[in-house]
C-alpha cells in the first residue's frame, strides 16, 4: 500500500488567491481527518469525515476554509481566499474508526 | 472531552542517557493512547499504542511506554537514546476523534 497521499508536497501562492490541497486516504480506512501544522499552534485538528461524511468541522477556522469528501477515496482542503497567516504544513490522515491514523507527508502551503 | 497534556516542550539529552517523555490525558471513558513520532520535514508515524491488555507498551526502535490508569498517564520511555531519535514526539488520546498533545521536542546531543 503506498499510504496516504498528498498533493501537493508544496504550493506558494499569493494572497488572494484560492488553494486546493488534495489527499487520498488508504484504501479500506472509513475516517479521514485534515490537521494544520505551525510553530505557533502545534498540531490542528481541522476537520474529520467518517464513511464521507463530515462528523466535526469545529476546527475549520473560518469560512474560508472549506473540506470536501467525494468518495471514499478522495478529499480536497480549499482556502478560499487565502491569507498569509494560512501558511502551515497541513497534513491529512486516515484511519479505521479509533485505531491508529496514518499520516500523509504534508503539504507546506506559504501564502505570500 | 478528552485531552492531553504533555508536561516538557523540550527534552535536551546526551546520546546513550535514558529517556522519558511524560503524557498526561483526561477523558471520561475508556480510551485508546498512542505516541508518535515526526522527524523533521516528515509527517507523523506511529511508535506505538496502547488499546486494551498489557500496560506495558513496546514499540518500535526501543521505545516503551506505561498505562497508568490511575495517574492518567502513558509516560514514554528508551533506556539508552541514540542521536537519530532526534524528533518531535507527540501523545495522543483517542475517544470518538484523537486529539494530540503539544508536543515535546527531542534532542540527543553527542
Known amino acids: 500500500d503506498a499510504g496516504v497521499i498528498q498533493s501537493p508536497r508544496h504550493e506558494v501562492t499569493e494572497m488572494g488567491q484560492e488553494v486546493t490541497l488534495r489527499c487520498k486516504p488508504i484504501s479500506g480506512h472509513n475516517s479521514l481527518f485534515w490537521y494544520r501544522q505551525t510553530m505557533m499552534r502545534g498540531l490542528e485538528l481541522l476537520i474529520y469525515f467518517n464513511n464521507n461524511v463530515p462528523i466535526d468541522d469545529s476546527g475549520m477556522p473560518e469560512d474560508r476554509f472549506s473540506a470536501k469528501m467525494p468518495n471514499a477515496s478522495f478529499s480536497t482542503l480549499k482556502i478560499q481566499p487565502s491569507e498569509p497567516r494560512d501558511s502551515a504544513v497541513y497534513f491529512c490522515?486516515?484511519?479505521?474508526?479509533?485505531?491508529?491514523?496514518?499520516f500523509g507527508p504534508g503539504t507546506r502551503l506559504t501564502v505570500l | 472531552a478528552q485531552s492531553v497534556t504533555q508536561l516538557d516542550s523540550q527534552v535536551p539529552v546526551f546520546e546513550e542517557a535514558p529517556v522519558e517523555l511524560r503524557c498526561n490525558y483526561s477523558?471520561?471513558?475508556?480510551?485508546?493512547l498512542f505516541w508518535y513520532v515526526q522527524y523533521p520535514n516528515q509527517g507523523l508515524q506511529l511508535l506505538l499504542k496502547y488499546l486494551s491488555g498489557s500496560t506495558l507498551v513496546k514499540g518500535i526502535n526501543g521505545f516503551e511506554a506505561e498505562f497508568n490508569k490511575s495517574q492518567t498517564s502513558f509516560h514514554l520511555r528508551k533506556p539508552s537514546v541514540h542521536i537519530s531519535d532526534t524528533a518531535e514526539y507527540f501523545c495522543?488520546?483517542?475517544?470518538?476523534?484523537?486529539?494530540f498533545g503539544a508536543g515535546t521536542r527531542l534532542t540527543v546531543k553527542p
Open positions: 490522515a486516515s484511519s479505521l474508526v479509533n485505531n491508529e491514523q496514518f
Open positions: 495522543a488520546v483517542s475517544e470518538s476523534d484523537m486529539r
Open positions: 477523558s471520561s471513558v475508556s480510551v485508546y
